[in-house]
């Protein structure tokens, strides 16, 4: 087999970790949302996520201030408004409003969850040290929500410039984890 050199702007494409999200921020009673594919798990229990926020994006401040967020799992019929979302600045445009998403109340913050989502994860940022070199959060999951008729939601998966690839099937593999 011949292999060719790929750009390195083209190894995000490559590793991206997991399907892309919906964050939720708020802030003086306004709610922001901020579409995210760069994070991590970084432990099980407590669940702990990484991610990285652009210090450039309206939720930086927001996350940075409070310390609190959502992190929305939305399924393929959300596309559009996935996408919109990330091509859209908070600052300026109420998103929940623009794109016709629900603010459904969270029970362990003060963000709201996007109803429309498969599922909602209630976080708090447990360790900002890398923040200011990295814009690194380190998140602790304080409550997860999900739809139980939703079986094997199908979700998109960032792999840059405006490419996704949508999970299929699931397969099933011997695991010694439990």
């Not at 401040?61 to 908070?90: F, H, Q, R, W, Y």
């Not at 939703?150 to 999970?167: E, N, S, Y």
Request: charged share 20%; hydrophobic share 40%; with cysteine.
């Amino acid at each position: 087999m011949s292999k060719r050199v790929l750009a390195l702007s083209k190894v995000y494409g490559l590793l991206e970790p997991g399907p892309v999200v919906m964050v939720t921020t708020a802030r003086k009673q306004r709610a922001n949302i901020m579409t995210m594919s760069w994070y991590t798990m970084m432990e099980f229990e407590p669940p702990l996520v990484g991610c990285v926020i652009s210090n450039r994006n309206y939720s930086f401040n927001i996350l940075k201030a409070t310390g609190e967020c959502a992190i929305n799992i939305p399924a393929m019929e959300l596309a559009d408004k996935v996408v919109g979302c990330g091509n859209t600045s908070g600052r300026k445009t109420d998103k929940f409003t623009n794109f016709g998403l629900t603010q459904k109340p969270a029970s362990r913050i003060s963000v709201p969850l996007i109803d429309e989502c498969y599922a909602n994860l209630e976080c708090r940022v447990v360790d900002s040290r890398m923040v200011a070199k990295y814009n690194f959060f380190i998140l602790e999951v304080l409550k997860a929500w999900i739809d139980p008729a939703r079986k094997d939601p199908r979700t998109m998966h960032h792999r840059g410039r405006g490419a996704f690839m949508v999970a299929g099937r699931t397969i099933t593999l011997p695991s010694k984890m439990k």
